[in-house]
């Protein structure tokens, strides 16, 4: 399939559908038929397929003390470093907040906000002296009632004020989603050493505007007719497999987006547009094939024939099963 970016009202470009939390590629243009169809049979059932949009029941708490540093509690907090259990009835999930000891037994306040389908767990040092002993603290939260098999859950950190995201990810309930999956790169582009090996035609730089749970910076992309305007090798595949893109966007001005290709060229892939002017999670409906023995890139485009800028942040290139 051919991609191109650019002025959104000029531009091939598919849109991308409009809903509140994640957006995705539309596959086609019957979807107001699809919505009065479903209006019809929703008035013809006798039962409801709506779920419960009843409250969940959330409790978060830290675990009291301070963890070994071996095994999943290690000094340094990672992917590795957050587990869940999604049940029909529950998510459980656990995660890692290495810091230096202290005294307290309890030093991180701790709280739960949903909106749609985005989990907010918040946690706040409150801890007024530290040791110089590493230490590692487990966050362990349940939330009961939920009616989606799908959550982006991000966890946030506050320490004297400043706000980080040690962790962001999706859970899935069991069975839910039909495939596993495996993140092959993430950038949250928190300092210069993140745009290492990013090349192209545009302008990158930092910006101290990110999404909710963003850090302190996300990167500004803009450029004009010669494209990518960025683009980083995310290295050789060495067997078929299969790719989708993750991450938060937001429309500055003109157009732009975000794929998968077997070059630096955006031509050919997949994609996702960036085209809500305010913070928006995205994620590429369609699954990008990329053969044994070829060379997986991720490309930025921002602009084309008329200029354009975006800002990404919490890029995720994920090998799907």
Known sequence: MKLSYGNPDASPLATTKRRKGVRKMKRCQ??????????????????????????????????PGCLSSTG??????????????????????????????????????TSCKIEGDTI?????????????????????????????????????????GVETAPYSRYVYRDDARGTTEEIVYSNGFESA??????????????????????GKYSLFVSGGCIVPHAAFRIGKVYQDSRFIVRFWG?????????????SRSPANGIGVGVDDSTWTRYESQDIFYCPADSTLW????????????????DIQVVKVK
């Open 250 to 262: 937001k429309r500055l001005f003109g157009g732009g987006g975000v794929g998968l290709g077997l």
């Open 298 to 313: 991720l490309n930025i485009t921002a602009g084309g024939f008329v200029a354009g800028a975006i800002l990404v942040d």
């Open 193 to 214: 050493a993140d745009t290492a090996g990013w090349v192209g035609y545009g302008s990158m730089q930092l910006k101290s505007d990110v999404p909710p749970g963003g």
């Open 30 to 63: 019957c979807a107001p038929l699809i919505a009065v169809a479903a209006l019809l049979f929703a008035a013809c059932s006798d039962k409801s397929s709506v779920p419960n949009v009843s409250q969940p029941a959330t409790s978060v708490s830290q675990v």
């Open 120 to 160: 907010f767990i918040t946690s706040v040092d409150t801890a007024t002296e530290n040791a110089r002993c590493p230490c590692n603290y487990l966050i362990h939260a349940e939330l009961e009632g939920l009616p989606l098999d799908r959550y982006f859950v991000v966890c946030n950190r506050i320490d004297d």
């Open 72 to 109: 999943l509690y290690r000094s340094t907090a990672s992917f590795a470093d957050f587990t869940y259990q999604f049940t029909i009835s529950k998510l459980s999930l656990d995660f890692v907040l290495p810091d230096n000891c202290t005294s307290d037994s309890i030093r991180f306040a």
